[in-house]
């Protein structure tokens, strides 16, 4: 996404557990592509994959999110599976 200047931004990036937790919201309902319910912002139209792929890992293992109950889990990363991404930018604001 840097490299097309995606919406004029260059600091496009993988989120970690406290950036992705600032779109978790279990008051709000939204649906994943299969219909069902997970808790992602309703500002983001519905239809993507539940899970996510966060910064950061630990050996062999990614670590991933997951919207339908705000848990943060390892994942083997060469497993194949249904997780996207949902890339953020700047900073947290405080």
């Given amino acids: ?17 406290d950036e992705i937790l600032t779109l978790y919201n ?16 309703t500002v983001f139209p519905p239809g993507c994959q539940a899970t996510v792929w966060l910064k950061g890992e630990a050996g062999q293992e990614g ?8 848990e943060t889990r390892p994942l083997y990363k060469s497993r194949t599976g249904r997780m996207s991404v949902r890339l953020v930018r700047g900073d947290i604001p405080r």
């Fill in 1 to 17: 996404m840097n490299g097309i200047k995606f919406c004029g931004f260059l600091d496009w990036k993988l989120p970690n557990e």
């Fill in 63 to 70: 670590i991933i999110f997951d919207f339908k109950n705000g």
């Fill in 26 to 41: 279990p008051e709000e309902i939204n649906k994943d592509k299969y219909g069902n319910d997970i808790y992602l912002e």
